[in-house]
């Protein structure tokens, strides 16, 4: 059986390494010309950590992750208003929880396929008719499943399912990240995660290894269209916010080296047609504010590769998937639109005190766990569940 799957990011990279496991002969291929080194830092945990588990990963994953000791909001005279041992949350989840940068989850990935599998950079789909895919190079690739991997912007749900806006919904935001390098800075935020404690935008600054500093940032704008120069857009939307923010600012690389988009969830009435599936963002994004895009991403390509193996056509497999787990994702998305996003961005003072003071009490004994659960949801079925 052979697999052609577009997007060589995490989604795609999990479901090639799954397939290949079951026998399957996989091609990747992805329009950007590299591997990305853009990105930030994500806590992995729930349905992907137990995905990552059954691939017999979880120690490489262990091994690609950033320890991070204290996470802490900050004012804009950077003096700290909430300080909360990071452990508190890695016990809520019973340990199962890394913090990693989203391109060192890609690579680890990447190299766990050990050249099983091809990954042509460079190169995306044109055309797709029935279970032949004709390649930005010309090729033409015959294929058992074709699935697009390829993110928000998905090229492959374009071409088999309609354009973007059809299914695209804008949650008024704005992301970028970046890393840059400075001692000063990094001995600041050196095994912690510094955040700004603001209403309306945000900035998260962590400290990785060799002096270098990963920035997050994320602000609420009406207007979803993206900026021209996205280092330009970072300067205007986040000078002021106090002194460590604007030495971050001053380290802004050119727009080569900057992550930037929209926070948008994907809204997809279906994930499959024929021989064509989408999975990870390309079907089912879930936002930045979700905070489990990866895991989902990972989880989600896991049950694609199971149902496969165990149904007896393509078609079986691709609609079994779509059926187990489009629920899954919905209540992921459902959660981020109603609750999730006023507490990851405050849009009133009010609810800004409301949340530090919740931060606050998650150090008081048996607290704990109840006030970080929402934080971490863990779904109300296991991977294992949805496998079977």
């Known amino acids: 059986m052979r697999a052609l799957v577009c997007g060589a990011g995490i989604a795609g990279l999990a479901l090639a390494h799954r397939l290949r496991h079951h026998g399957w002969d996989v ?15 994500i806590d992995f945990f729930g349905p992907g950590y137990e995905a990552v588990t059954a691939m017999g990963l979880q120690r490489n994953l262990r091994e690609f992750a950033h320890p991070v000791e204290r996470f802490r909001y900050i004012d804009a005279h950077g003096r700290t208003t909430v300080s909360v041992d990071y452990t508190l949350f890695a016990k809520a989840l019973d340990g199962e929880m890394v913090s990693i940068m989203r391109p060192a989850l890609e690579r680890m990935l990447r190299e766990s396929l050990q050249d099983r599998v091809e990954i042509r950079y460079g190169t995306t789909i044109d055309r797709i008719d029935g279970d032949r895919a004709e390649l930005s190079d010309g090729a033409v690739v015959a294929a058992d499943v074709i699935v697009g991997a390829d993110g928000v912007h998905s090229r492959v749900r374009s071409l088999a399912f309609g354009a973007e806006p059809g299914f695209l919904r804008y949650l008024g935001m704005h992301t970028g990240a970046y890393v840059f390098r400075d001692p000063a800075v990094f001995e600041q935020v050196r095994g912690q995660f510094v955040l700004t404690e603001t209403c309306g935008r945000q900035v998260g600054l962590y400290g990785l290894d060799d002096d270098r500093v990963a920035v997050f940032a994320v602000h609420r704008t009406e207007d979803a269209r993206l900026p021209e120069d996205p280092r330009g857009a970072l300067r205007r939307s986040y000078t002021g916010m106090g002194p460590l923010v604007d030495l971050a600012l001053a380290h802004c690389p050119p727009p080569e080296g900057v992550y930037y988009d929209q926070v948008a969830q994907i809204d997809a009435p279906r994930w499959t047609d024929g021989r064509v599936a989408l999975i990870g963002d390309a079907a089912c994004a879930v936002s930045l504010v979700a905070g489990q895009g990866a895991s989902l991403g990972v989880a989600g390509a896991y049950l694609l590769a199971e149902r496969l193996h165990a149904a007896t056509s393509v078609q079986e497999g691709l609609a079994d998937y779509e059926r187990r787990w489009r629920p899954v994702a919905e209540a992921v998305q459902q959660s981020a639109r109603s609750r999730v996003a006023e507490w990851f961005l405050p849009t009133s ?30 779904g109300r079925q296991s991977m294992a569940e949805l496998v079977r």
């Open 349 to 378: 003072t009010t609810k800004l005190v409301l949340r530090r003071w919740a931060f606050k009490a998650m150090r008081l004994p048996g607290l704990d766990r109840i006030l970080i659960g929402p934080l971490f949801p863990k």
């Open 27 to 41: 091609h990747v291929v992805d329009h950007a010309a590299g591997p990305r080194d853009q990105g930030y830092m």
